[in-house]
Each structure stands twice: as C-alpha cells, then as structure tokens.
C-alpha cells in the first residue's frame, strides 16, 4: 500500500469510528439492533477496501 492509500483508509475509518460513535451516544440503549447496524456497515466499509488495497493480487 502507497502512503496515500494508508492516508485514504484511515481518514475512511476515522470517519466511520465517529459516525459509531454517534450512533452509541444517541442510542437510548444498546440491542442487537445498535450492535447489527455497527457490525453491519463496518462490513459493508471495510470488506471492499480490504480485498481492493491489502489483499495480495496473483
């Protein structure tokens, strides 16, 4: 990975840390509903960056 990749992904994750962040403080109480939806868009952000930039390409 370039340097301007590994800038990229970390402004990508910080980015998503805060909007968790968000999501936990607004929260009235924390289900499987609040804890889905984190898993779920970590999933949906970080799969295709992962198979796009640190995968081994053959």
């Not at 805060?18 to 609040?34: G, H, K, M, P």
């Amino acid at each position: 990975m370039t340097t301007g990749n590994i800038i990229r992904f970390a402004c990508v994750l910080l980015l998503w840390l805060a909007l968790c962040y968000i999501l936990l403080t607004s929260a009235e109480r924390i289900d499987f509903n609040v804890v889905f939806a984190i898993v779920a868009s970590g999933i949906i952000v970080f799969v295709p960056l992962y198979k796009k930039y640190v995968r081994k390409k053959d």
